[in-house]
């Protein structure tokens, strides 16, 4: 919907409030034109059902209004003596349909009570408020993530479970209105839709506090998905922005950067990439021996056990491996006495983002990454670049359709909606991510851009991490070592959880002590 739809969609809202709660406001002693106008309707519901007036801040707070309304329902029919259970339950299942059939009907027979207190709605009351405090908290600062696939080993382990900034970057308000608080795009058990694609607001994003830089993780909606369930194969369908599925990555190049691949090292600029500390990149090597000997079972258990080279596939050759090594295993199996080569492998140039045939997931490349207010030039080599840019991403004016614009390439023009356009003005930033397992990432290098409106946050802080292994009893599984770390940082990965378990234990006997002092 655009700002127009939007204003005509919210003015409707309030007229459908003031017809079906006016006679409530008129029977409280207030101005029936009150139940009608924005803004004004809600301040006065406040007073009215003798409530907090900074209340009414939750009615406009998208995702946060789903449960907030429904407790003004309630609220306004305690207050005028309708408080059986049948009643609270027929406001909140019939939508408010209920609060307007007794505005019509029943409301000359009911009483006004503000002052009346209900002891029972205490313990419902703080529930209620803490589901709304952590959506609020899930929404605009800080969200759960779990690592679910290893795109990012060894940087990152599936099992990782992280709390994702969301005001490092700028918080991005809910664009689908109406679905179920602090859940993705599907109902837990049930597996199906949690959320209506209609209202959909505007994109918008709160200020924040640091722009993304190079190597920066990222948690980030996926572009490319259009998938109904994640890890299927299903028929491709449209999903808003903030309900695509999320990925991880590292940002390896910002908006303005021009990105090359060679031989599996990434120059940005011309330069070749330093990484941060924490940072262990990962590659398919195929290992040839010597003599077209296999491994034997020993060497092979040794490289398992010994330096934790789980990833080991037969090669296309006999006496060939393919292996996924780190720098420093690499270093490793190059030492071994019966290695005759090893060399970066290939999985495939079918599915290379931009289409060109020479280019691979370790040789890609030059490519310009779009900043916002670039004049791209549009021709035939430019256009498989920048064609979903301009389809389906950049235009936010144009609502939440899958594609915006008609975007074709005729000879050796570039069409636009129909007309010969020669340069497009960018009207947002974009970036490119990458996953550290170099060669089992799914990742830019196929599908693109990632647009600034698709950033969710930034990961912070690893709160457990469980290895998957089902073989391990549950407290094995547990990384210890991971286990209230940071993401990010310079040197080794250092564990607070222990020192902070230390704190608990010092603050809970303090206290005991002090209070038994007190006491005393």
Avoid at 196 to 220: A, T
Avoid at 400 to 423: F, M, P, R, S, W
Wanted: proline residues 5%; charged residues 25%; contains cysteine.
């Amino acid at each position: 919907m655009t700002l127009t739809q939007w204003l005509i969609f919210f003015i409707a809202l309030n007229i459908i409030h003031g017809i079906a709660t006016f006679k409530f406001y008129q029977k409280s002693g207030k101005d029936i034109w009150k139940a009608f106008v924005p803004f004004l309707n809600i301040y006065e519901l406040m007073d009215l059902i003798n409530r907090p007036k900074w209340w009414m801040v939750f009615v406009y707070i998208p995702i946060v209004n789903l449960l907030m309304i429904p407790v003004l329902w309630v609220q306004l029919l305690k207050v005028f003596g309708k408080r059986e259970s049948k009643d609270l339950w027929l406001a909140v299942l019939t939508l408010g349909l209920y609060v307007a059939y007794i505005n019509f009907v029943e409301i000359d027979k009911l009483t006004y009570e503000p002052e009346h207190k209900d002891e029972k709605e205490t313990l419902l009351g703080s529930i209620v408020f803490a589901v709304i405090a952590a959506t609020i908290v899930h929404t605009y600062f800080i969200q759960p993530y779990t690592i679910p696939t290893p795109s990012l080993e060894k940087s990152l382990l599936v099992g990782d479970y992280l709390f994702v900034s969301k005001f490092h970057y700028g918080a991005r308000p809910p664009m689908t209105t109406v679905a179920l608080p602090m859940v993705h795009d599907t109902v837990p058990l049930i597996k199906t839709r949690s959320y209506l694609k209609w209202p959909q607001l505007p994109y918008m994003r709160l200020p924040g506090f640091e722009k993304i830089k190079n190597n920066d993780i990222v948690v980030f909606n996926w572009p490319a998905d259009t998938v109904k369930y994640f890890f299927k194969k299903d028929i491709p369908q449209y999903k808003p922005i903030d309900k695509k599925s999320h990925y991880v990555k590292r940002c390896v190049g910002i908006a303005g950067d021009s990105l090359q691949i060679k031989n599996g090292v990434l120059y940005i600029n011309g330069k070749k990439v330093i990484y941060p500390d924490r940072t262990k990149l990962q590659h398919l090597y195929l290992v040839k021996t010597k003599d077209s000997m296999d491994f034997t079972r020993s060497t092979l258990l040794r490289l398992v056990r010994n330096y934790q080279i789980k990833e080991i596939y037969p090669g296309p050759e006999k006496g060939s491996y393919i292996m996924n090594l780190t720098d420093d295993k690499l270093a490793v199996v190059k030492k071994m006495s019966n290695v005759e080569n090893t060399k970066l492998y290939d999985t495939g140039k079918d599915r290379m983002f931009g289409g060109h045939q020479d280019w691979d997931i370790n040789n890609f490349g030059p490519i310009y990454i779009p900043k916002k207010g670039d004049v791209l030039q549009l021709n035939k080599d430019t256009y498989p670049f920048y064609k979903w840019i301009i389809a389906r991403y950049d235009d936010h004016d144009a609502g939440h359709k899958i594609n915006k614009h008609k975007v074709e390439l005729k000879a050796n023009d570039v069409y636009i909606d129909g007309q010969l356009t020669k340069e497009y003005t960018v009207k947002q930033d974009y970036y490119w991510m990458m996953g550290d397992n170099r060669s089992e990432s799914e990742d830019s290098r196929f599908w693109g851009y990632v647009p600034f409106d698709h950033v969710v946050g930034k990961p912070v802080f690893i709160f457990m991490s469980i290895d998957n292994d089902p073989n391990k009893k549950f407290l094995d599984k547990i990384r210890w070592n991971r286990v209230f770390t940071t993401v990010s940082g310079s040197g080794a990965r250092v564990s607070y959880f222990w020192p902070f378990v230390a704190l608990i234990v010092l603050y809970y006997f303090g206290k005991k002590l002090w209070n038994k002092k007190k006491k005393a």
